[in-house]
């Protein structure tokens, strides 16, 4: 992927700055309190909360915000159905957008959002025009779903990389630092194993030592991975995608582990930069290994955020790997 996003060079656009969007369906007034509770509920009951923080204070702005949605929406006799769409309790977040319904979940990864659409109401406060409402419209193949939230909602840098957002979180992980070996090429399937595996054999045998100056386990302190100054101006090229991408998997999860792995604390920020990215793997990765290098989890968020998104395998692989519970779900 070129890099036309002005993204400080990276070869990727810029992470999603945002964490989640809580939508409330089309407004009705006698069911008001019900429906907004409800939304309030089901999005931070799947660990939504920012900083993986649960249900505590930021469910109670979710509810806040669903309600304000719905009364603003009622007031404006305004309805989901009046753009064609179907309305739903929503979340959106880096990965995707959770649609809630009499089903169960419905999980849309990017690669299945075809347009996200936001259309922003105003009104006049003493000559001033103030947002009241926004209406978000997700479509995905045949179906439009469409979602309210108070106010105006920050989607701007979503609608403009949904494209490059896509393409990014179809990218297969790859096992060695040039994107040109790669996990098991079959999307959706478990791969931090895999990574993890592949980090233990490579920090043991030192077969990027090349790469990283790192010579085999054995010729260094016994249980004292790390890392040269080459080492981390190396992972940190790749962390911050600004390598020349040989192949075309994606090194960053793999970098990740490495940094982790080594105890490379100069990584840490670059290693959290990566908690939101648009492809879950590289997120969930990126937020133990952040937690492992000592950041604090309400910054860089918990795995049961993006658990959704992911297979079980991985989520149990990353929990065992960093051990502490913090990272593996809400508190």
Known sequence: MSDSTGNGGSNYPPTPDFRYVALAPGAS???????????GIGVFGVGLGVGGGGLGVTGAAALAG??????????????????????APMAIVPWGVLVFTSQGIRVLRWGGVEDVQVETFHEMDNATPIARLSRVTIVAGDARYAGWAAGRVGLERLETHLRAYADEAAGVPALDLDGDATVDDVLFEPAVEQLLDEAKRALKTGSFGQRLSLPPESYRR???NQAADESVVALDAILRGR??????????????????????????????????SPHPLVAAVARAAAVKLG?????VGTLDEVAQFLCEPDVAQLCGWIGPPTVCQAA
């Open 66 to 87: 669903g309600i304000a949605a719905w009364f603003y929406a009622s007031r404006r006799g305004a309805s989901a159905a009046q753009n064609g769409s179907v309305q």
């Open 29 to 39: 007034r006698r069911r008001v309190a019900l429906t907004a509770a409800g939304t």
């Open 243 to 276: 390598t020349e991408r040989v192949g075309v998997a994606d090194a960053r999860p793999l970098a990740a582990i490495l940094a982790a792995q080594l105890g490379a604390t100069a990584l840490r920020r670059p290693v959290s930069a990566l908690s939101n």
């Open 222 to 224: 016994a249980g004292a």
């Open 295 to 299: 950041a604090n989890v309400k910054n």
